[in-house]
């Protein structure tokens, strides 16, 4: 039974993936709250065009407006940890290092040379990227890239509506003056959302590297 619910999901994952269930999602809410902000000025007249036009537009926008968020939302996350941390990749990175080969017992020497050469230490997101083409590439790590591809799936899901949250702060701005009490509950809202989009997006991103950098040790690294 467990089995049979597990290749239901996997199912399930791989057709969300196919159509990009992260872009649909922030992109769905972004421009449904830039629609809705600008509709509230200027009322959209879609008489004159007919129903197809209108969902093939906006399959489109959405899904634009999805690779944006997720754009805009993965470099500000980034901007934000890098102000306060220049060397935050490299220290997870080696963070992840260290602790995959931390067992005196299984020590990986590929692994060992990362670590104690100072040759690789400007060359980690190199390494990384390595790291991942190798796995895609390894029959054996297909469960577990599936896994991870989920990983990716959920932090991309985040940044894109961490993008979201600010567009509805800024429009809630914009619109405060036609319900004040409504739009100030919706900005405190928004702010809670960006928060913890921005605390779930780093975290999935961090455990995506422990875990691709302990999938590599286990089945190409030995």
Known sequence: MDTTFTKIF??????????D?????????TFGIIYCSI?????????GYSK???IIAAIVMIYVSGLVSFSIGKWLRLKILYIGNKEYFNNVFRDALWFANHDSNCK????????????YKDK???????????????????????HLN???MMQAVYEGLFTSSIV?????????????????????LSIICMVFCYIEARRYAETQILEIVIAYKKFIAL
């Open 39 to 47: 509709n509230s000025y200027y009322t959209f007249d879609l008489s």
């Open 150 to 152: 989920r990983f990716w």
């Open 52 to 54: 197809t036009v209108i």
């Open 21 to 29: 269930f992260s872009f649909i999602v922030s992109g769905l809410i």
């Open 168 to 188: 509805a702060i800024i429009s809630s701005l914009f619109l405060i003056c036609k319900s004040r009490d409504f739009f100030i509950i919706m900005i405190l």
């Open 10 to 19: 996997d199912r399930i994952s791989e057709a969300l993936n196919f159509f």
């Open 108 to 119: 990986s020497k590929e692994l060992s040379e990362y670590l104690n050469d100072n040759f």
């Open 124 to 146: 980690n997101k190199d390494i990384y990227s390595k790291m991942w083409l190798d796995l895609r590439h390894c029959e054996e790590a297909k469960e577990t890239m599936r």
